[in-house]
């Protein structure tokens, strides 16, 4: 049982240049969501999904999209990358939406704009 | 929006002491989670809290669900290096077809061996 899986762990890009973060879970959750971590700033909800089919935006939505074609894969995608989205992304998965037992993380993904 | 005021910031502690952090809130919610992150790693899940007034321990760990439910607690007895890492407070209020988490900011934990 991988858990919460996210690829790549780390990735540079150039500014302007577009790519997507994968995750994939396998504990057959409904509740998918992706967080930013920034120093002194906590983790801050981007885009969830509460079902296959269904997203809708978070706190800090601006630049990213998501898509959920399937109750395993949630990806993240940046269009057109900017410096101000270097940052640590997390992936994280819980059985239902009202997250009662707390998210599983992914090990995240480090993303270094220049 | 909703915040949650994690303090303090960042502790350095004597191994075999006792530490306590605690999150609040202007907002009342009905889940206090806890959750450490080592680095490199995304956070894992420490304690859970559901009922105002609860009281929950996870071996070293005991975390407190405020009466108001506005605020939490967490303390870590007789702190060993294994300790090290960022702690952080994390609220609910679920409902409809939300509720998502909100996070503090973190306690950072550093441990003189």
């Known amino acids: 049982n991988a858990g919460v899986t996210q690829t790549p762990k780390f990735q540079v890009l150039k500014t302007g240049q577009s790519m997507t973060l994968q995750c994939a879970q396998d504990?057959?959750?409904?509740?998918m969501s992706w967080y930013r971590q920034d120093p002194g700033m906590g983790l801050r909800l981007i885009h969830y999904?509460?079902?296959?089919?269904?997203?809708d935006q978070g706190e800090v939505p601006n630049g990213y999209n998501v898509s959920r074609s399937t109750t395993e894969d949630f990806p993240l995608r940046l269009l057109s990358a900017a410096p101000s989205q270097t940052s640590v992304y997390f992936c994280a998965s819980s059985y239902r939406p009202g997250p009662l037992d707390g998210y599983t993380f992914g090990s995240g993904t480090r993303l270094t704009v220049v | 929006g909703q915040q949650l005021n994690q303090s303090p910031q960042s502790m350095f502690i004597q191994e075999g002491e006792d530490v306590s952090m605690n999150c609040t809130s202007s907002s009342i919610f009905n889940t206090w989670l806890w959750y450490k992150q080592d680095p490199g790693e995304g956070p894992v899940l420490l304690i859970a809290?559901?009922?105002?007034?609860e009281l929950t321990s996870n071996g070293r760990l005991t975390a407190q669900f405020g009466i108001t439910r506005k605020d939490s607690f967490l303390n870590i007895s007789a702190s060993i290096p294994s300790d090290v890492g960022i702690y952080f407070c994390?609220?609910?209020?679920?409902?409809?077809?939300?509720?998502?988490?909100?996070f503090g900011k973190g306690t950072k934990l550093s441990v003189k061996p």
């Open positions: 999904s509460v079902g296959a089919g269904i997203t």
């Open positions: 504990m057959n959750h409904e509740y």
């Open positions: 809290l559901y009922k105002a007034g």
């Open positions: 994390a609220a609910l209020n679920y409902g409809g077809s939300q509720g998502n988490l909100i």
